[in-house]
């Protein structure tokens, strides 16, 4: 079966400090990996994705996001965060090889950057 | 460009009513979709539309009916709303159903009573 997880309700970091969203997934056959961040009020917006590649991809607003195929992970990151990234993050993954429109979205991370 | 564009923002229903959600992209994509978000649960997607022309079920289509009514426009009918159905609605569209990021309108914040 197909399924995403953001084990992390919220995550807390001071500004100018590194930060990390995590997102683990599992498909049977090859994932397509995004990430969207939704701002209070908003629709998501589209920071980046993994299709095939290059393990590392870089997106809007400074952030990346590293493909692991053995540990299943699409972790979000950023080297030094802003209060204004502050907002709620979504990972959402699609089964590649599945032939049918599947995209399951995870519960969302709330990041709050500490001025 | 607008990009996608929903309405209404807000509704309040009681028990009962009919309405339908209007949704609109400029960007000239091909697949569109309807979601819903519920605290603690994320989105799901009520259905979709991969092409002009076609629409499918997508995880939690009870309750809801779509018409994709020209290349531009996707709209969600509730038929008989239940409290169970509020909920904020985004609709979203993408260039292909495959490989492509979805851009998402504002929202509509339902409130079934």
Sequence with gaps: AQSVAQPEDQVNVAEGNPLTVKCTYSVSGNPYLFWYVQYPNRGLQFLLKYITGDNLVKGSYGFEAEFNKSQTSFHLKKPSALVSDSALYFCAVRDATSGTYKYIFGTGTRLKVLA | ?113
């Design chain 2, 1 to 113: 460009n607008a990009g996608v564009t929903q309405t209404p923002k807000f509704q309040v229903l009681k028990t009962g009513q009919s309405m339908t959600l209007q949704c609109a992209q400029d960007m000239n994509h091909n697949s569109m979709y309807w979601y819903r978000q519920d605290p603690g649960m994320g989105l799901r997607l009520i259905y979709y539309s991969a092409s002009e022309g076609t629409t499918d079920k997508g995880e939690v289509p009870n309750g809801y009916n779509v018409s994709r009514l020209n290349k531009r426009e996707f709209s969600l009918r509730l038929e008989s709303a239940a409290p169970s159905q509020t909920s904020v609605y985004f609709c979203a569209s993408s260039q292909a159903w495959e490989a492509y990021e979805q851009y998402f309108g504002p929202g509509t914040r339902l409130t079934v009573t």
